[in-house]
């Protein structure tokens, strides 16, 4: 018997997409420090689950994959820590900043 894989928890979005990676990294904005890298689409959760409510804008090396206090080094939970934040609420404030509030997911 296969295994059949799960539909995804969120839809997927490349507009929305589009205006995370406009807004700028949501960590260098807390810090107020310069960023110096391209901004990305940090997903929360797997990026096979869609990306409405399951993404927020990272700088690409320092604050989503490489650096020392980035998503992928602490994982969600040291990250959601370290930066005194829920990743779900954090994005569903930017899904409503494109949508409106009234057009959530």
């Given at each position: 018997?296969?295994?059949?894989?799960?539909?995804?928890?969120?839809?997927?979005?490349?507009?929305f997409?589009d205006?995370?990676?406009?807004?700028?990294?949501?960590?260098?904005?807390?810090?107020?420090?310069?960023?110096?890298?391209?901004?990305?689409?940090?997903?929360?959760?797997?990026?096979?689950?869609?990306?409405?409510?399951?993404?927020?804008?990272?700088?690409?090396?320092?604050?989503?994959?490489?650096?020392?206090?980035?998503?992928?080094?602490?994982?969600?939970?040291?990250?959601?820590?370290?930066?005194?934040?829920?990743?779900?609420?954090?994005?569903?404030?930017?899904?409503?900043?494109?949508?409106?509030p009234?057009?959530?997911?």
């Amino acid at each position: 018997m296969r295994a059949v894989p799960k539909p995804p928890t969120h839809e997927f979005n490349r507009a929305f997409l589009d205006y995370l990676r406009a807004c700028g990294c949501w960590a260098c904005q807390q810090t107020r420090q310069r960023q110096r890298y391209r901004t990305e689409a940090a997903h929360i959760e797997s990026c096979r689950y869609g990306d409405v409510e399951n993404a927020i804008p990272l700088c690409g090396i320092e604050h989503h994959r490489e650096g020392r206090f980035s998503l992928h080094k602490m994982g969600r939970d040291g990250f959601e820590r370290h930066w005194n934040v829920k990743l779900t609420e954090l994005a569903k404030r930017y899904w409503e900043g494109f949508n409106g509030p009234d057009q959530a997911a």
